[in-house]
Each structure stands twice: as structure tokens, then as C-alpha cells.
């Protein structure tokens, strides 16, 4: 499975969570303290983009109905997300973020 640069550390100067675009699918990256994560950026009860919602203490809230996932895993935390979201293996080379997406 390879692995595709998808941001620099800076893009995050902003705000913690960004959406990119890779391989085919749209992710959500976000930096929480020093660890990067990658999921998928479409929310799965009626596909808002996570990237322009919330970060609060490990969670992403969806800007469009406020449903909670947990970023580390893509956990849906109840009502009214009840599907998981895909998540990504994420490192940094340098200040090169990269998410590892299946072929
Ligand atoms: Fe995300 Fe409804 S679209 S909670």
C-alpha cells in the first residue's frame, strides 16, 4: 500500500483539522498535539465535510447535525453518526505528511 504526501506540518498552522484530496478519496488530516491522524472527510449520516467542522479534546464534531467521532479510531460516538469512518495510517518525513492508502 503506498504512500502519498498529502500536506506539510505547516498547513496546520491554522487550524488542526484540513481535507485533502488523495488517490481518489477525500480525507480529513488533523494534528493533536504532536501525532498526526488521517479519516475519511465525509461524514457518514449525510456527508458533510468533517474538515470544515470542530475539533474538541480528540473528537471531531460535524459542522452540519454536530455528530461526534473519535479522530484516533473513527469511532461514531451515538446519534446522530452511527457508522464509523475510515481512518488512515499517518507518518511524517521531515515536514512531509504522509497518509498511507490502500491500492
Ligand atoms: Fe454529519 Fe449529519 S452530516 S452529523
Known sequence: MPWHPV???ADFAQRPVIGRDC???KLA???LADRYY???NTCTHANALLSEGEVVEGYIECPAHYG???IATGKAQGAP???DLATYPVRVTGTRVEVEIPD
Open 38 to 40: 488521517a479519516t475519511a
Open 23 to 25: 488517490a481518489g478519496r
Open 29 to 31: 488530516l488533523y494534528r
Open 7 to 9: 500536506a506539510d506540518t
Open 68 to 70: 461526534l467521532f473519535e
Open 81 to 83: 453518526v452511527c457508522v
